[in-house]
């Protein structure tokens, strides 16, 4: 079923699944997108395979299910997800459930999908993430502890965007990377992120 969707059908439906999750989180937002919430995981894993399968019959360059690289580590810390998302919380971050679902070079599933919006609104009063861009983070369950990964990018939850989110056409790993470092307070990463002067 899903081979024979026209390419309109196609977009039409990016567009109207958007628009309903962004009127669905404007009236439940408070409960759902906030830091307790802890059902998206579960749900994403199920739901973005089938997206992704969707995307791929009728545009290779758009993917709901991606890999993780090793540019993207920001840094492995002893902590449990559990608390580095308290952190992330307390910086700003909530939960990106229209995030694709990613896995990591040795193939581990991410436990753990969050974002912080930013950039100028698109309208005076427009909630905040409909900023248009994202710093996003990903959180991944290693021997070590928690492994933190990040980019920078366009916001899926813009109707004008999602297609420039799922392509990845817009994502700067090195500024998430060091956005995160930064909002989590990892002072021993920024100063080997920062390039000496040389005079």
Do not use: C, K
């Given at each position: ?61 758009l ?14 810390v002893?902590?449990?997800?559990e ?10 971050y ?92 990892l ?13």
């Amino acid at each position: 079923m899903i081979e024979t969707l026209p390419d309109d059908v196609v977009y039409y439906a990016g567009v109207a699944t958007v628009s309903l999750l962004v009127l669905g989180r404007l009236y439940v937002g408070e409960h759902y997108f906030n830091d307790r919430a802890r059902f998206w995981g579960p749900l994403r894993r199920y739901a973005i395979p089938i997206l992704h399968r969707l995307f791929q019959r009728h545009d290779e360059d758009l993917y709901a299910e991606t890999e993780i690289g090793t540019n993207q580590v920001v840094d492995i810390v002893d902590d449990p997800p559990e608390t580095v998302l308290e952190d992330l919380a307390n910086a700003g971050y909530e939960p990106q459930p229209l995030a694709s679902f990613a896995r990591d070079w040795l193939g581990r599933p991410e436990v753990a999908s969050w974002a912080r919006y930013e950039g100028p609104a698109p309208f005076h009063g427009a909630p905040h993430f409909l900023r248009p861009r994202q710093v996003h983070v990903r959180l991944f369950e290693t021997d070590e502890g928690t492994m933190i990964t990040a980019h920078e990018e366009a916001t899926p939850w813009r109707p004008d965007q999602w297609r420039d989110h799922y392509r990845g056409e817009t994502m700067d790993v090195e500024t998430g990377v060091v956005m995160v470092a930064f909002d989590l307070e990892l002072d021993h990463l920024l100063e080997e992120l920062a390039d000496p002067i040389e005079v």
